[in-house]
């Protein structure tokens, strides 16, 4: 895999090899020195904890963006706008810069003011003490098994692919090593400085983001420009397969001569620049842009410690909400130099990402299984059924005694048509569906009731006898957009080893936050609650510190098993597990905020209730809804079970917070001014580049009364 190789690592090493590898280094160095060297004196616990509640409001704003983004943002989210989704998965983004000024102006104002350590901590002082030790629990394990986990997998997978998985020098160059090592870095600073060298080495990693990610889009764009009549050709032609978008010959033929980079960005990527999706969209529907994507959006920037502990850090309430506005405005920024070069990347090199040609690996077992079984439907020549057992994992049935069936995406079925039409045959006879023609224009819907009649009869059979779904067959490899750009694009000498820095800068950066997080949930609402009430600071920095090695450890053992198939994905494993606690969470807390006289049984109510409903939804009501819709709907009960509450079994008194906060609490004007100024950009990016001529809501109310017709 030439794209992705890191450096030239050979006994020879070229000049711009040796100058990539010194920057990276470099870089990488910088970042811990200055992190253990700024922070220095963090012995107290406040001062460990919260920086001293001494942050400016610019060290907290670059802090908030390198905590956020990591290689979701630079593989997941660029090639998400490869795919057909384009700037639409740009909403992750705007509407975070929405959902930070509500955080400065309605939440922070809450959370100073009652002097807490953590954000459980707030729910003890307006709840109950449960609510409290519930959620730390709760957050705790989410950090140490979900989170870290995934930021160490997700960075370790992007540097073992740049790697190609080999050895060099005895070290294997795989998952299980860049987990230790992503891992121990970020140990290094949070475990002598805390929060403080979180936000110092923040703030290196964070202007390196902005700076790298903008050298890759100019790039892209001069690429683009450059780019020969052939591969503008092959671009349309790919466009039309992919998208069905036409482009009119007159504009293909304008584009070609002496057009800039961005002239022609604008013609090819017409069709995908644009903010809204059908209702029924799989990925990002209408209906969650409206109402799912506010929970996890609201949850992540105004409830989650690790984002939230910089500003609580902060030296007074206008410093904070200055912060947050500072971040607001630069996640405006983030889709131009994440989403835009994404769109690029699938213009150049489409060709690169087809799985064929890039990525076999992502096809080549499945489809090699699938050649191995597609003579036996009935599953009369499968090995003897036996058990395997796995440490962790459990019991389990060997799949390979399992008949199989095979999912394919979109992309798949258009590419591979021959291959897909086999496909269909094949799982309809699996599934005992007698199929007499097969449509080449409905492959994928097809394909689609074929599983779905699998899966409930999958339902009805007993474990062993399941029927095994493989992983889904997939026509372009769409991560690999951005290290495409990487190695194509990015000339050696520097430019490569700075922006592979920063990749790995923004990996530590979030593993940072989550660890000083984690330890600080387990050290104030744990340790000191329960454990030892009357601890000094001086052993209370201690269990943090051992906290951070401890997590550390649990969490690069873990890391390495996410790459297990059945798990959906990394990504797929956050956003699921997110939804089962987000919603309740989030409804508790703005509950709290809205109601004076919500009773306390509606802190633990919500915090348990949200699992199970959504467990419900999940598993049993509704399974094909899109994740961010499940949310809402979980939502939405838990707040009707609370005003029910509120209702019957109001308090005797209104809940007033006592001020614990020695910080100042006046509202920065600036700050005020400068939020209304990020709302007004926002709406303007939206009216910008909204769809205004497909209608978004087609079908939407005949799929609600087909129900109760038949």
């Known amino acids: 895999m030439e794209c992705f190789t890191l450096f030239a690592l050979a006994p020879e090493f070229t000049t711009a090899a040796i100058i990539d590898l010194a920057i990276f280094i470099g870089f990488i160095v910088a970042v811990v020195a200055v992190g253990i060297g700024m922070s220095r004196g963090s012995e107290g616990s406040e001062s460990y904890f919260l920086a001293g509640r001494g942050l ?88 140490v098994t979900v989170n870290t986990t995934a930021v160490i997998y997700s960075g370790a997978k992007v540097y073992s692919t740049f790697f ?74 790919t466009i039309a397969i992919q998208s069905g978008a036409e482009i009119s010959e007159t504009e293909v033929a304008q584009i070609k001569n002496n057009s800039s980079g961005c002239e022609r960005f604008g013609v090819l990527n017409a069709h995908k620049l644009r903010m809204n999706l059908p209702w029924n969209d799989g990925v990002l529907p209408i209906t969650a842009l409206m109402l799912g994507l506010w929970i996890p959006n609201l949850y992540y920037w105004g409830l989650n410690q690790y984002i939230m502990q910089r500003t609580l850090g902060s030296r007074s309430l206008a410093e904070g909400q200055k912060g947050i506005v500072f971040a607001a405005s630069m996640k405006l920024i983030i889709p131009f130099i994440v989403v835009f070069p994404g769109l690029i990347a699938f213009n150049l090199f489409s060709g690169d990402m087809r799985v064929s040609a890039s990525a076999k690996e992502n096809n080549g077992v499945v489809l090699e299984t699938f050649e191995s079984v597609k003579d036996d439907p009935d599953g009369q020549h499968l090995p003897p059924k036996k058990t395997v057992r796995h440490w962790f994992f459990g019991v389990k049935t060997d799949p390979d005694s399992h008949r199989k069936v095979f999912p394919f995406d979109a992309d798949f079925a258009k590419i591979e048509q021959g291959k897909a039409t086999e496909i269909v045959l094949y799982n309809a006879a699996v599934a005992q569906i007698k199929i007499d023609i097969v449509n080449n224009e409905l492959l994928l819907e097809q394909n689609k009731q074929i599983l779905a009649e699998i899966a409930k009869k999958n339902a009805t059979l007993p474990k062993e006898d399941k029927i095994v779904v493989e992983k889904q067959l997939a026509g372009y490899d769409y991560d690999a957009a951005f290290p495409l750009l990487m190695s194509k694009l990015v000339p050696a000498g520097g430019f490569r080893g700075f922006m592979l820095a920063a990749m790995l800068g923004a990996v530590i950066s979030s593993l940072a936050s989550m660890l000083n997080a984690a330890s600080t949930i387990f050290t104030m609402d744990i340790y000191k609650e329960y454990l030892h009430r009357n601890a000094g600071d001086k052993t209370l920095v201690f269990v943090g510190r051992f906290c951070v090695l401890l997590f550390t450890v649990t969490s690069c053992l873990i890391a390495p098993m996410l790459n297990r198939p059945e798990l959906g994905g990394v990504f797929h494993f956050i956003q699921e597990f997110q939804g089962f606690i987000s919603p309740g969470i989030l409804a508790v807390f703005l509950f709290g905020f809205a109601s004076k006289k919500a009773p306390a049984i ?27 819709d499940r949310m809402a709907i979980t939502f939405a009960s838990v707040l009707v079970v609370l005003t029910v509450f509120r209702i019957t079994m109001p308090r005797s008194t209104p809940y007033e917070p006592v001020s614990k906060t020695k910080i100042e609490m006046q509202t920065s004007r600036g700050a005020l001014i400068g939020g209304i100024l990020v709302l007004v950009f926002t709406a303007i990016l939206y009216l910008y580049f909204w769809d205004y001529e497909t209608p978004m809501f087609n079908g939407f109310l005949d799929s609600i009364l087909t129900p109760f017709r038949k």
């Open 164 to 237: 190609d998985n080999q050895t060099y020098f005895g070290i294997p160059l795989d998952i299980v090593t860049f987990s230790w090592l992503i891992g121990i870095l970020a140990a290094t600073y949070v475990f002598f400085g805390g929060l403080k060298a979180c936000a110092w080495a923040d703030l290196l990693q964070g202007s390196a983001l902005i700076f790298g990610g903008a050298i890759v889009l100019v790039f892209a764009i001069n690429a683009l420009g450059n780019a020969d009549p052939k591969t503008i050709d092959d671009a349309v032609q």
């Open 602 to 628: 509606c802190g633990p109510t919500a915090l348990i209730l949200s699992p199970i409903i959504y467990a419900l939804l999940k598993f049993f009501l509704l399974p094909d809804m899109a994740f961010l």
């Open 56 to 143: 400016g409001w610019w060290l907290i704003g670059f802090s908030l963006i390198a905590a956020n983004i990591s290689t979701e943002q630079f593989v997941g989210m660029s090639g998400s706008s490869a795919n057909y989704v384009g700037l639409a998965i740009a909403s992750y983004e705007w509407m975070a810069a929405v959902t930070l000024i509500i955080v400065g102006f309605i939440f922070l104002p809450q959370f100073l003011k009652a002097g807490i350590y953590t954000i459980p901590e707030f729910l003890e002082k307006r709840y109950n003490r449960f609510s409290r030790t519930f959620m730390s629990l709760i957050m705790m394990i989410t950090f």
